[in-house]
């Protein structure tokens, strides 16, 4: 066979990750939603520290306002919670300000793998991989998590 294209620069392969049909249409309700702000899902609601974000029957990001004081305070192998996209999506926050991309309560990711990871359902119906980074990005829509320096 005959290479007509041929890349010149490194490549590295996507691992696609099969997730239950749930915890998919979750992601891709969420990736794909509007951000105009005249939608009910991009006004948030305060509840003491915690700020809801959201789109009924489909998805609900919590936002949890993390101080340094609070993290400094965590022992060495725990962590805080600082995004919750429906029990999906959980991004933590150790107290040395690393963030951990904790997907479907077990598979963890960090902000390195963006490009590395897509995620898929074969149970849904014109399922397309969306990649960790898409998920991020639309994260960042809503939240910034810096690292108080």
């Known amino acids: 066979m005959v290479e007509i294209i041929k890349v010149k620069k490194p490549v590295e392969e996507v691992k696609v990750i ?3 049909p749930k915890a ?8 794909e939603s509007s951000s105009k702000e005249v939608y009910e899902w ?7 520290k915690e700020i809801m974000f959201i789109k009924k029957g489909k998805w609900r990001i919590i936002i949890n306002e993390v101080t340094e004081e609070e993290l400094s305070k965590l022992s060495e192998n725990m962590r805080m919670v600082a995004v919750d996209l429906s029990n999906v999506i959980k991004i933590e926050i150790d107290r040395n300000k690393n963030h951990y991309i904790v997907i479907n309560g077990s598979k963890e990711y960090t902000k390195e793998d963006r490009y590395r990871i897509a995620f898929i359902s074969s149970l849904v119906v014109y399922a397309r991989p969306i990649l960790l980074n898409e998920i991020l990005e639309k994260i960042s829509e809503y939240v910034e998590i810096g690292n108080g320096k």
């Open 42 to 48: 991009n006004r948030g609601y305060r509840l003491g």
């Open 18 to 20: 099969e997730l239950p």
């Open 24 to 31: 998919y249409n979750v992601i891709r309700s969420f990736v």
